[in-house]
């Protein structure tokens, strides 16, 4: 992420994304979008209307996250174009430049899809999984999960001991904020046990980078 950005100093900012040349190509190549500061908001409004940076002890919040975000809508051809969803796969591939491999929750022995995502966390490499669609709306309801929506998978844990280990993957909501549990936090990073996670969650994305 850091090497992915380049502040102008004259007002704009390079921003890099990784892209291939078609769908069976191989490697990745180099794209590097030029943006400027100026970044959407409601009329009235302080803040960014979309990505928000975290607060800083200066006050204000950092720009990166929303700077990366208006240089993957001119990326992609445009706020609209990105904003009524897609694929996660294809926002990790142009973040990272790592091939994503994909799996489904429905399919995967619930062993081969622990080992996974237990190797991928221990690798650092990032993961995203996604919720099932509206059709499945009833499974979320007071749940403060979201169908058709895209988390970040942050790692896996073991809780317990002996016969009452149980396994967890650690997640984050992405609006960094509305999770599920009451840890009073409201940073949108929970835990679900893995049953819970195959039972919400329909797909894994596991960024390579290895």
């Given at each position: 992420?850091?090497?992915?950005?380049?502040?102008?100093?004259?007002?704009?900012?390079?921003?890099?994304?990784?892209?291939?040349?078609?769908?069976?190509?191989?490697?990745?190549?180099?794209?590097?979008?030029?943006?400027?500061g100026?970044?959407?908001?409601?009329?009235?409004?302080?803040?960014?209307?979309?990505?928000?940076?975290?607060?800083?002890?200066?006050?204000?919040?950092?720009?990166?996250?929303?700077?990366?975000?208006?240089?993957?809508?001119?990326?992609?051809?445009?706020y609209?174009?990105?904003?009524?969803?897609g694929?996660?796969?294809?926002?990790?591939?142009?973040?990272?430049?790592?091939?994503?491999?994909?799996?489904?929750?429905?399919?995967?022995?619930?062993?081969?899809?622990?080992?996974?995502?237990?190797?991928?966390?221990?690798?650092?490499?990032?993961?995203?999984?996604?919720?099932?669609?509206?059709?499945?709306?009833?499974?979320?309801?007071?749940?403060?999960?979201?169908?058709?929506?895209?988390?970040?998978?942050?790692?896996?844990?073991?809780?317990?001991?002996?016969?009452?280990?149980?396994?967890?993957?650690?997640?984050?909501?992405?609006?960094?904020?509305?999770?599920?549990?009451?840890?009073?936090?409201?940073?949108?990073?929970?835990?679900?046990?893995?049953?819970?996670?195959?039972?919400?969650?329909q797909?894994?994305?596991?960024?390579?980078?290895?």
């Open positions: 992420i850091k090497q992915g950005i380049v502040d102008n100093k004259d007002g704009t900012y390079k921003v890099r994304f990784f892209k291939k040349a078609d769908w069976w190509a191989e490697n990745y190549s180099e794209e590097w979008v030029t943006i400027d100026d970044l959407p908001a409601m009329k009235g409004a302080t803040e960014t209307r979309y990505a928000k940076g975290q607060k800083t002890k200066k006050g204000g919040r950092e720009m990166w996250p929303s700077l990366f975000e208006k240089a993957f809508a001119e990326f992609k051809g445009g609209d174009k990105m904003g009524e969803g694929s996660s796969a294809e926002a990790l591939e142009a973040l990272s430049g790592g091939k994503v491999s994909y799996m489904t929750t429905a399919t995967t022995p619930k062993d081969t899809l622990w080992a996974r995502l237990e190797k991928a966390s221990k690798a650092k490499d990032p993961m995203s999984a996604g919720t099932y669609g509206k059709d499945r709306d009833s499974l979320y309801e007071g749940t403060r999960l979201y169908a058709w929506h895209a988390y970040t998978i942050l790692g896996t844990k073991m809780r317990g001991r002996g016969k009452k280990k149980e396994r967890y993957v650690v997640m984050r909501n992405p609006w960094g904020q509305t999770e599920p549990g009451s840890d009073g936090k409201d940073d949108g990073i929970f835990e679900l046990t893995l049953d819970n996670f195959i039972k919400f969650y797909n894994v994305n596991i960024s390579n980078l290895q």
